[in-house]
């Protein structure tokens, strides 16, 4: 899989403050830390990831809500180490 810059920061954001398995968050705070011209594309980044596995969709009552797939942590790492 093809990872942009915004791809792998969403990544590094969510293992950081550790959205894994049960703990999760918005897609409006993952976008917090990113300009406001890129918010789309981090849109687009978070669906191509849920599309590859890598995050998870939680639907909830108060909101869409993602964390990284605890089951492919060990891969989500290594992209995490190579793009620095």
Request: charged share 20%; net charge positive; aromatic share 8%.
């Amino acid at each position: 899989m093809q990872m942009d810059s915004r791809a792998v920061h969403v990544l590094s954001k969510m293992y950081h403050y550790g959205y894994v398995g049960g703990r999760h968050t918005s897609a409006e705070s993952i976008k917090r830390s990113f300009a406001s011209h890129e918010k789309g594309m981090v849109d687009k980044a978070i669906k191509k990831l849920v599309k590859a596995g890598l995050i998870t969709f939680h639907p909830t009552s108060y909101g869409n809500q993602y964390s990284l797939n605890p089951n492919r942590i060990k891969e989500i790492e290594n992209i995490i180490q190579s793009s620095m």
